[in-house]
């Protein structure tokens, strides 16, 4: 892990397969990523980030994590693809930022 990778934990309660099912409805939704894969096993979702003036793409991940019947932890990390990355202007935050925006369509 880089010290400039991003995360951002919280949970919501509801079941786990209906908020993977919710946030992967709008990922079309969320501003300057785009969806590469999805895992409905393990409920993660794989998008990212395109070359840009400020950095080398990203690699967003969410992932959705059984808490019980009713609550589900939801984990977002944005990390640069480039591993040697030193800064990445603000990027992974505003990634996290957009994530979330989408997300408040499903999850209010």
């Known amino acids: ?5 991003k995360h951002y934990t919280f949970d919501y309660p ?3 397969q209906s908020v993977y099912y919710k946030i992967l409805s709008v990922t079309n939704q ?3 990523l785009k969806l590469v894969g999805n895992n409905d ?3 993660t979702i794989f998008m990212e980030g395109s070359v840009s003036f400020w950095s080398w793409g990203e690699n967003v991940t969410i992932s ?3 808490l019980d019947d ?3 932890r939801i984990h977002i990390e944005s990390k640069p693809k480039l591993s040697t990355t030193l800064v ?3 990027k992974g935050k505003r990634n996290i930022r957009n994530v979330l925006d989408a997300m408040k369509m499903v999850l209010p």
């Open 64 to 66: 959705c994590q059984y």
């Open 14 to 16: 509801e079941n786990i």
């Open 30 to 32: 969320m501003k300057g």
């Open 88 to 90: 990445d202007w603000g």
């Open 1 to 5: 892990m880089s010290l400039i990778d």
């Open 41 to 43: 096993n393990s409920c």
């Open 70 to 72: 009713y609550h589900t």
